[in-house]
């Protein structure tokens, strides 16, 4: 999202995390901007019953966990690295100093931010409204839309990822998809979901 560069510039450094490794804890105080260098980070609530829900997956670019630095408030959900993954992390300070003297990357921040509430806000629509199919198929048609709509997309998620995505449990998944298949609304090729 922002160039490496520039961050750097800010005296950003780059950690990197091991597979598994929290990156932050859901309650703790917001002190610095996160962006994905090379991995992939998963932010995620726990249930009562330790049923995990993915708030996001980041990858190669991408940046998480604004909210709480702009709303000046703790995390409400965790990050993990998914992968062994290089994270750049910038502190709160110099990142607002970079966004005061870059006023494209402040409007670049914003879209992006916005785009994220948009999702929150479909997510939420479908996790109480319509029957696991749409669900599942509308975490589909997200993820083909934000890889620019390609014609046979390929799902790189697990049937759990997209019932984490979506609050289903997996066997459920499991069974939306056999029914998507079913109602050639997609292809199963090699196990891998295909829209």
């Not at 062994?84 to 670049?108: N, P, T, Y």
């Not at 997309?153 to 289903?168: F, K, N, P, S």
Request: no cysteine; glycine share 4%; hydrophobic share 40%.
């Amino acid at each position: 999202m922002i160039n490496e560069n520039i961050l750097l510039q800010y005296d950003a450094e780059v950690i990197k995390y091991s597979a598994k490794e929290t990156i932050f804890s859901e309650n703790q105080r917001a002190l610095f901007y996160f962006q994905v260098q090379h991995g992939e980070v998963k932010m995620y609530n726990l249930n009562e019953d330790g049923k995990e829900f993915v708030q996001g997956m980041f990858t190669d670019g991408e940046s998480f966990g604004e909210p709480p630095l702009f709303g000046d408030f703790k995390y409400p959900a965790s990050a993990i690295a998914i992968s062994d993954v290089h994270i750049i992390r910038l502190g709160k300070v110099a990142f607002f100093s970079l966004l005061k003297e870059h006023f494209d990357i402040h409007l670049q921040m914003t879209a992006t931010l916005s785009r994220r509430l948009s999702y929150k806000a479909m997510i939420m629509k479908e996790i109480s409204v319509y029957p696991p199919e749409h669900r599942v198929l509308t975490v589909i048609d997200f993820l083909k839309q934000k890889d620019g709509n390609p014609a046979n997309y390929q799902i790189e998620l697990t049937r759990q990822q997209i019932a984490d995505l979506t609050g289903l449990r997996v066997e459920t998944v499991i069974r939306a998809v056999k029914q998507l298949e079913e109602n050639e609304e997609i292809k199963i090729i090699n196990r891998k979901i295909h829209r």
